[in-house]
């Protein structure tokens, strides 16, 4: 349902819903024929899914690989394909930058050109990431008429650029020419109220092309994805519940502030964010919390390596499940499959455990297969939710 | 498919489709570990799913449960959530009451007032029927200027209010508080439009405080849902077919006629319903009968009950069956699981039997787990219409 139905009918309870999201937990059959899934002694996750309502999400729609923000969004309740982030903000909510609203973010590329000006390299032979901190700090020189600017590096040839002030648009067009031999494009007002945004950060652009030259291969840059915080509902607001978000990673807490959760305290590994799960379980509603590895593994392409962070998740399953939330869910935000080495469009397995008014029918394990059979079908994964919230009988009838 | 498409698709024939709705029928186990379905002993359903394509339909969206208005809607081929209808009229349905385009129809309830006006019983202790009865007697002696009132009693403190005149607007808010302790607020219009309609019944609300003075616990009233008849495209033109309706309870019949059934006089059980149907058999193309008993059971919370409504239904089915129509439906406008005592969120067990161009696959009976494995799959209520006028062959080829 959509998020003003969704809105309409949520009442609260003293139920506790609690999601767990395996990065990129989908995979594909190696040379073997059987996937990550089928082949990693995952016994805890497979006990579970025969007493749980299994099926296929799909994050987007059908084809479609998202990235780690529709992803997410999707699961979070939100319409991806109506809900999106800006890949500038995205860069911002990746290192934990506090975005403002107001603010206009953007992603750098610092690149190579030509005695004319033409990109030679759109990425500067991906220089390390101590080189693109040294440039940051060089170009934080740079001042603009009422605004202030913030240069911080990402990593490899990638930064971030956020300009802060008052009456910004975002409403921009990229200096990125997608290929080289060209010279980069100014920025471009698509729309009248962003002339001035488009003014100053064309005089940016000057500023540091003339503080960049000579420091080849890393003389120019481009920019992309000028974007600003959008205008997301709070799903806490929305589902009347208090949400709780425990994430190692930067990017995914960005996501979970983004749509209105607290996100909590936590510490690097998957174990300190069980602690963390565990400590502040009283205090929550509804809790996201985050395992990264799968999804890290499948784009290296190291099949072993995800069989080996699904056996690590596995170890968990039955610490959470102890937790006794009333619905408990596995999902994964997209399939990375390690023979791909990369996110894919692929339906990614999900596990639903209501403690009450589950159809569940013993489907025989976790993975693509099995949960291609399962009760739930495959379904988009927006809707995830709205199923918690049911079974955690936090909606009210719809319609007389 | 949406029902502007349908109109334009719809071709007449003389194929004939018979839908039967057995209300609530979805539910869920108990402590058995089987659902009222699974211990019913309905030879004849699990008979007639073995030939048949099953599903399970989703009456609105996932986790939305259902009132009777928007499960039946769906049924029928309207998007519950586009088509909607107010409490109001649901409840001038309810009572056979022949509400005509222009009323405006309010749910009025007596309530309770102490001497400073406030509300110190919302439902004035459940007063009964009879009370209501005498009370709205009473209440008909109002006169409003220029519109004529109808008070119709419904059950216990429930009652109908009808105003009938030219020019009424329902872009109205209630009057209940919806909390104790607190005066009943006045009918405010929501539209420059509705300015005369709220005078007229704050009128009305004024008049009945004097009434009622002294006829405590009923010392008041509120009024809830003010509604007129939605305007609603006509199925039976839509869809060109003569379309019957075969219920014995009011609302039912409310509905259909709602979308444009004809509504076919019948007795109070269900045996009455099925010879009204043989004997109107060749008046009409389309033809939905209702069975009310496996709801009622179901809200009851008597699993029992249930399972005794739901071999009640399929001792009739070899008799439906035997009428031969091209498609037989056999669905349920929502789950009302008798676990729960109300209406659910869950997927409805559905039965589609076309008598050609079916893609059958032994459904091993009628029931939830059986119908999450039937070739259907799950899908939106709203589309059963279309795929039964398709099987009786009523559609033309879309596009070149």
Same mark, same amino acid.
């Given at each position: 349902?959509?998020?003003?139905?969704?809105?309409?009918?949520?009442?609260? $309870?003293? %139920? *506790?819903? +609690?999601?767990?999201?395996?990065?990129?937990?989908?995979?594909?059959? $190696?040379?073997?024929?059987?996937?990550?899934?089928?082949?990693?002694?995952?016994?805890?996750?497979?006990?579970?899914?025969?007493?749980?309502?299994?099926?296929?999400?799909?994050?987007?729609?059908?084809?479609?690989?998202?990235?780690?923000?529709?992803?997410?969004?999707?699961?979070?309740?939100?319409?991806?394909?109506?809900?999106?982030?800006?890949?500038?903000? +995205?860069?911002?909510?990746?290192? &934990?930058?506090?975005?403002?609203?107001?603010?206009?973010?953007?992603?750098?590329?610092?690149? %190579?050109?030509? =005695?004319?000006?033409?990109?030679?390299?759109?990425? #500067?032979?991906?220089?390390?990431?101590?080189? %693109?901190?040294?440039?940051? &700090?060089?170009?934080?020189?740079?001042?603009?008429?009422?605004?202030?600017?913030?240069?911080?590096?990402?990593?490899?040839?990638?930064?971030?650029?956020?300009?802060?002030?008052?009456?910004?648009?975002?409403?921009?067009?990229?200096?990125?020419?997608?290929?080289?031999?060209?010279?980069?494009?100014?920025?471009?007002?698509?729309?009248?109220?962003?002339?001035?945004?488009?003014?100053?950060? $064309?005089?940016?652009?000057?500023?540091?092309?003339?503080?960049?030259?000579?420091?080849?291969? =890393?003389?120019?840059?481009?920019?992309?994805?000028?974007?600003?915080?959008?205008?997301?509902?709070?799903?806490?607001?929305?589902?009347?519940?208090?949400?709780?978000?425990?994430?190692?990673?930067?990017?995914?807490?960005?996501?979970?502030?983004?749509?209105?959760?607290?996100?909590?305290?936590?510490?690097?590994?998957?174990?300190?964010?069980?602690?963390?799960?565990?400590?502040?379980?009283?205090?929550?509603?509804?809790?996201?919390?985050?395992?990264?590895?799968?999804?890290?593994?499948?784009?290296?392409?190291?099949?072993?390596? *995800?069989?080996?962070?699904?056996?690590?998740?596995?170890?968990?399953?039955?610490?959470?499940?102890?937790?006794?939330?009333?619905?408990?869910?596995? #999902?994964?935000?997209?399939?990375?499959?390690?023979?791909?080495?990369?996110?894919?469009?692929?339906?990614?397995?999900?596990?639903?455990?209501?403690?009450?008014?589950?159809?569940?029918?013993?489907?025989?394990?976790?993975?693509?297969?099995?949960?291609?059979?399962?009760?739930?079908?495959?379904?988009? =994964?927006?809707?995830?939710?709205?199923?918690?919230? #049911?079974?955690?009988?936090?909606? %009210?009838?719809?319609?007389?």
């Amino acid at each position: 349902m959509d998020l003003e139905l969704l809105r309409e009918l949520s009442v609260p $309870n003293d %139920t *506790k819903i +609690l999601l767990l999201v395996i990065d990129g937990l989908g995979g594909l059959p $190696n040379e073997t024929g059987r996937s990550e899934l089928e082949q990693a002694n995952i016994q805890r996750l497979d006990r579970l899914a025969q007493e749980s309502m299994c099926g296929l999400t799909v994050p987007v729609a059908p084809g479609v690989t998202p990235g780690s923000g529709p992803g997410h969004l999707a699961l979070f309740g939100y319409d991806p394909e109506k809900y999106t982030v800006g890949r500038g903000v +995205l860069e911002a909510l990746g290192i &934990d930058f506090d975005l403002q609203p107001s603010d206009v973010a953007a992603r750098g590329n610092f690149c %190579t050109v030509d =005695a004319e000006g033409r990109i030679t390299d759109r990425r #500067a032979g991906r220089i390390p990431t101590e080189k %693109t901190v040294e440039l940051c &700090d060089r170009l934080r020189r740079i001042g603009l008429p009422g605004v202030q600017v913030f240069v911080e590096p990402v990593r490899e040839h990638r930064f971030l650029l956020v300009l802060r002030g008052e009456g910004l648009s975002d409403k921009l067009t990229e200096t990125d020419p997608q290929r080289e031999g060209v010279k980069p494009l100014p920025v471009r007002a698509t729309a009248p109220e962003a002339e001035t945004t488009a003014r100053l950060l $064309n005089d940016f652009i000057a500023q540091a092309a003339d503080l960049l030259k000579g420091h080849e291969p =890393a003389n120019m840059l481009t920019l992309r994805g000028l974007a600003k915080h959008p205008p997301m509902p709070s799903i806490a607001e929305i589902c009347r519940f208090r949400a709780g978000a425990i994430a190692a990673y930067p990017m995914y807490r960005g996501l979970a502030k983004l749509v209105g959760m607290d996100v909590l305290k936590t510490g690097s590994t998957f174990a300190d964010e069980v602690e963390t799960l565990k400590q502040r379980w009283d205090d929550y509603d509804f809790l996201f919390i985050h395992f990264k590895k799968a999804d890290a593994a499948g784009e290296d392409g190291d099949f072993q390596a *995800k069989i080996a962070a699904l056996e690590e998740v596995d170890g968990y399953i039955d610490e959470l499940h102890n937790l006794q939330a009333d619905v408990f869910m596995i #999902a994964g935000d997209h399939s990375t499959p390690a023979v791909l080495a990369g996110h894919s469009w692929h339906p990614v397995p999900f596990l639903f455990h209501a403690k009450k008014f589950s159809r569940h029918d013993s489907t025989e394990g976790f993975n693509e297969k099995a949960c291609a059979r399962g009760v739930l079908g495959t379904f988009p =994964a927006k809707d995830v939710l709205s199923l918690a919230m #049911a079974h955690a009988l936090r909606l %009210t009838k719809y319609g007389a």
